[in-house]
């Protein structure tokens, strides 16, 4: 009897704590978002005299957004562990972020560890699935400029044409810096066992934490954002941190993304929300390859595509059986550094958002009186 009482008390714990998240949150996207785009409305003058201060702002104001999303499930204990390269020295270079596809998790995820890489989440341009178009975020994200994809063999070539018109218009013109796609074209656990059939027919390794890329969206950004030399290769500059700043206007960078929950169970959004698991430590691995090691003709991009996604299989089977990333080359061993959050910069920004949602209601009830 009193075991089953003791998981009464815990159920009924665990539900009054998701309903209070829930709950939360919703507010926080009642004030936050409508705050962000009446800001922005306000600003458009802003917009028309010097546009580069208008989309700073609004570059500072999309950081404060993810913010806030990251902070749900950092309350929650989820936290985020990082291996491998240090990206933070290349935070102001040009770079396209491949990254493996697992959940709804990996999108907040990214929002998270990205939050302490200098203007990254500023600058950072994101390409998702069009149906994110339809959700809460799905407005702030049309007004940042991110891109929708719709997956499909019958729209893939119309919207490959439409992602080179819209790096074209809004990358350069908003000052973008990082890109960040999931070349997979979908979640692991829907994908795998067409990608395993597909690898068997073309004689291609057989993979089960991750599925093969799929080319369309990486070439045209490569083709669209690279310094390109006569003969079609991709330039050479920038290789180096230090020669940071030496090439503006083209990439410089391919940031290879790995991401790793433990015992290969994702994290959704809905876990985000609810906070319905145990505090959680999910593990995030960057590789970084210098423009010039990238090849931009599509049969020998596609090569180098697999290639990174067999690396993630090795790297994610390596996880999974150690509960730790292999070192990198040159390491004796792995070494992994803790992603924290500022809980003073989390306050403020949350207290930001409250307070304008109440500015903006005053504000409107003030104009409703007036008006009637």
């Known amino acids: 009897m009193a075991q089953l009482l003791d998981g009464a008390s815990k159920l009924c714990w665990l539900l009054l704590k998701a309903v209070t998240r829930f709950v939360f949150m919703f507010i926080n996207n009642c004030v936050a978002i409508p705050s962000y785009c009446l800001y922005l409305l306000l600003l458009q003058p802003l917009r028309i005299w010097d546009s580069p201060a208008f989309w700073h702002i609004e570059g500072v104001m999309f950081k404060w957004l993810l913010a806030m999303v990251s902070s749900w499930g950092w309350i929650a204990g989820y936290t985020v562990t990082e291996w ?93 810096k990082w890109i960040v796609l999931f070349p997979e074209g979908g979640f692991l656990r829907k994908r795998r066992e067409t990608s395993q059939l ?30 390109q030399q006569e003969n079609g290769s991709v330039g050479m500059d920038t290789v180096t941190p230090n020669q940071r700043g030496n090439k503006r206007g083209s990439l410089q960078w391919v940031i290879d993304v790995t991401i790793a929950y433990p015992k290969a169970k994702p994290m959704d959004i809905q876990t985000w929300i609810f906070g319905y698991r145990p505090p959680t430590v999910t593990h995030v691995h960057y590789r970084m390859y210098p423009i010039k090691e990238v090849p931009v003709e599509a049969a020998a991009l596609t090569d180098w595509l697999y290639q990174r996604f067999v690396e993630k299989e090795d790297l994610l089977a390596h996880f999974y059986d150690t509960g730790a990333f292999p070192p990198t080359d040159g390491q004796k061993g792995a070494v992994s550094r803790q992603m924290t959050l500022d809980p003073v910069k989390l306050v403020f920004i949350q207290s930001f958002a409250f307070v304008s949602g109440y500015i903006w209601f005053r504000v409107f009830q003030f104009l409703y009186c007036c008006l009637f």
């Open 84 to 176: 491998g390269d240090d990206v933070r020295p290349i935070s102001e270079d040009e770079a396209m972020v491949i990254v493996n596809h697992q959940s709804t998790g990996d999108v907040c995820t990214l929002m998270m560890c990205l939050q302490d890489k200098g203007t990254v989440v500023e600058k950072m341009m994101w390409l998702m699935d069009h149906v994110f178009k339809y959700t809460n975020f799905g407005l702030v994200s049309l007004i940042h400029g991110d891109f929708f994809i719709r997956q499909g063999k019958a729209h893939r070539d119309k919207q490959l044409i439409y992602l080179k018109d819209h790096l074209e218009r809004y990358y350069h013109s908003r000052d973008r």
């Open 198 to 227: 597909f690898a068997k027919k073309r004689s291609l390794p057989h993979l089960t934490h991750v599925t093969l890329p799929r080319l369309g969206a990486s070439h045209v950004i490569l083709k669209t954002l690279s310094a």
